[in-house]
């Protein structure tokens, strides 16, 4: 149903226009064993609930519960995952070099009305075969996700996409993402800046400074990714239309007093 090229319409533009993610057009299985597959399943759901394990904690952990791995294997996977421990010590990714780290705004803030801090972040999503990353937006106060995408890759593009989409329901007053590469590239931060919207990045593995994401991705995969075994990414797709549309609309929220996002992000 895409034409490539087609003379008036982007594959971007046809993927809209289908109700199709662009990310899911290009999506090819990931090239991973199926031994590695299920480590990485199994580093996905522990890493929710020790975010503090580096590889090489998370590597005593494994090997504790019976599978035969070494550090130099669980560091690669959580590499590959994008997973780093929340505190001091050695990291499994880095911020590039060249790209400029922006302060840590939010310390002591108080958060008193929607629009006033966005965040960001991505997140590995594990499928029947293969995987693919979901990077959403959210609403500090409110915890409304305010868009999301997925991708099979971890660069800018379906960050920045998401971004941008987010943007065409309004403007937050301070933007919140972690020190990945990805949301420190000049093709990201850009767009921010053009809209005059102050930028703040947490402090090298400090998973808490952006926890209300953290808690969104726990609710994601607990309610949803773990209790479906997506076998394609349309799939996927479609359940988590469906999953976010619930969590926004209907799904009362604790911290909320009971009352939904939606209710409480449009008043």
Avoid at 56 to 74: C, E, L, P, S
Wanted: aromatic letters at 12%; charged letters at 20%; hydrophobic letters at 35%.
């Amino acid at each position: 149903m895409i034409v490539e090229p087609h003379a008036s319409l982007s594959i971007r533009s046809q993927c809209r226009l289908l109700g199709l993610n662009r990310s899911s057009y290009y999506y090819q299985p990931q090239g991973e064993s199926l031994e590695n597959l299920e480590y990485m399943r199994i580093i996905d759901e522990q890493y929710l609930r020790t975010s503090y394990f580096g590889y090489r904690k998370m590597t005593d952990w494994m090997v504790r519960q019976g599978h035969a791995v070494n550090y130099k294997r669980i560091q690669r996977l959580m590499q590959l995952m994008g997973l780093q421990g929340s505190v001091p010590g050695p990291h499994t990714s880095k911020p590039h070099p060249q790209h400029k780290i922006y302060p840590y705004l939010l310390r002591g803030m108080k958060i008193h009305e929607p629009n006033l801090v966005w965040s960001t972040d991505l997140t590995y999503i594990p499928m029947a075969v293969g995987f693919m990353y979901l990077t959403a937006v959210i609403d500090w106060y409110s915890r409304y996700v305010l868009s999301w995408e997925l991708s099979n890759t971890m660069d800018y593009l379906p960050c920045r996409d998401a971004l941008e989409s987010a943007l065409e329901r309004g403007e937050p007053v301070i933007f919140n993402t972690d020190q990945g590469s990805q949301f420190t590239s000049k093709e990201f931060t850009q767009v921010l800046l053009d809209r005059q919207i102050l930028i703040s990045m947490d402090g090298r593995g400090r998973a808490l400074d952006n926890v209300f994401i953290e808690r969104l991705w726990r609710s994601v995969k607990y309610e949803n990714i773990y209790l479906n075994d997506y076998q394609s990414v349309p799939d996927l797709y479609k359940g988590l239309s469906e999953y976010f549309d619930q969590y926004n609309h209907e799904r009362p929220h604790q911290a909320l007093d009971g009352a939904t996002p939606a209710e409480v992000h449009y008043g």
